[in-house]
């Protein structure tokens, strides 16, 4: 039915269109509040508002002054300058892991958006079009897999570099990653076994009774495994082993230019995003609210599609926040950290999840 | 689940019991007081950054910048040619040509034809104005650094008495 495809291929243009409109936000974002908290001012020449934006040109007066948005195309600025970088491909890369490496850092968090559903249900021409790509009776399953697969890039990249600091890096991001997928895994079973689902639009459905419903609430550790496991795959601060400056140069990406490191780059913003999103579905009660019903009227649709951007735009300010706050860990705390702390606690929590699942 | 506490490593430990022996729960704890620091930080207005071609920053008493010379109470160079600052200069940076004073100036013999400062060879020391023995030549609080030619940073006689005559008083304090 030709209203089924296009109301499919809409959803899919917001599930995939909207986080890449989300990055260069995001990334200006990342760098106003890095400067805010080191006291400084962060980006504030390249915008629309500012120094010689167009409220200047038009009222002679800068309007929201330029501490707060005066940067605000900075982000487009810096993507204009990477377009017009050389390429290089060193000497020594093996060309297959070395050009796909980018393209596997994007895709895989961009796929694991596709089981998210964004918002409530709208009922369009007599025809429900539920707003996520596809609600796979593995849903959870597939999330875990996908978001497993994005340090592929990290590793064919460092593998295919041809050179000792990005293979420490990629050798460093595979520890890592087998090392939190499996507590990642822990704390994604609790949840499934006190949703009684890998649905995740039932998941979605069994927290909209309202905040208190939410998962974090009666799964808080849990939520804090996976928050941190999130940020371990995510290489973000605490956990970003793989691109140490002081120890490894730029990491995995060190020799990349142009295009290609900026595919890395969104991609570690696509992976933030992703991660959030699967956060704010599992524990946080995906698009529901209190006061917005799934009616399937387009004016809740839209509220409850805000309603998880804005939750999402939480969590990815926490990520921010947290990066410029704590130093890194070194390598080996990270790995003790993991197996013999994390773990340890995940299994606990999920012993007592059962306990409780089966007394309920 | 860690051992609760942080301990020092005695002599006989290994380098694996001292990672980060602090209890998960101790962990989050610290993590949350460095987040509500940063975020006190974040939410504070005001930067400690100069926006600097539109702002720049006042000079402080007793900071050393270009040179100039000064003019007399009847708009001659107090200048003398003793070339006392030229042999205080460390940095040979002063070059003087003496010349014979017309006679109608009765104060002095010579004045200087040519007073040329280098200000790329120049340190900045000051010297020069100590050594003045009429308090010719001072030291400003302006410090130009740009310039598109290394000829424009040989500053001579006339310019040093125009960039006297825009400074007035405000000559730096050479402690």
Known sequence: MPLDLIGKLAVILIVFGGPMALMPMLVFLERKVCAFIQDRIGPNRVGLLGPDGLDEAILGKSLLGRRLLGGFLQPMADGIKLLFKEDIIPENAKPVPYVFAPVFAMVPPLLALAVIPFAAPVRLFGAEIPIHVSDPGIGVLFVLAVLALSPFGTVMGGWGSGSKYPLLGSLRAVAQVVSYGVCMGLALLAILMSAGTLRISEIVAAQSGGIGDWLVWSQPVAFLLFLACAFAENNRLPFDMPEGEPDLVGGYHTEYSSMKFSMFFLGEYVAMIAASAVMVTLFLGGWSFPGIKSDGSLLMSALSFAVFWAKVLVLLFLYIWVRWTLPRFRFDQIMRLGWAVMIPIGLINLAVTAVFVTAR | ?175
């Open chain 2, 1 to 175: 689940m860690g051992s609760g506490k942080y301990s020092m490593p005695s002599d006989g430990e290994t380098r694996d019991s001292r990672w980060i022996a602090v209890s998960p729960v101790a962990l989050l704890v610290e993590s949350a007081k460095a987040l509500a620091h940063t975020f006190r930080r974040l939410v504070r207005r005001g930067s400690f950054t100069v926006q600097y071609p539109e702002e720049s920053l006042s000079p402080k008493k007793g900071y050393r910048g270009e040179h100039f010379l000064k003019r007399d109470s009847k708009g001659r160079v107090k200048c003398v040619a003793c070339f006392m600052c030229a042999a205080a200069c460390p940095a040979k940076c002063i070059t003087i040509e003496a010349g014979k004073a017309p006679p109608e100036w009765t104060d002095r013999e010579k004045y200087p034809v040519r007073f040329e400062i280098d200000l790329l060879r120049c340190i900045y020391c000051g010297m020069c104005e100590e050594a003045c023995p009429v308090d010719a030549i001072a030291l400003s609080g302006t410090f130009p650094i740009v310039a598109e030619s290394r000829k424009e940073k040989v500053y001579d006689r006339d310019k040093l008495l125009v960039l006297g005559d825009n400074f007035g008083d405000k000559i730096s304090v050479v402690p």
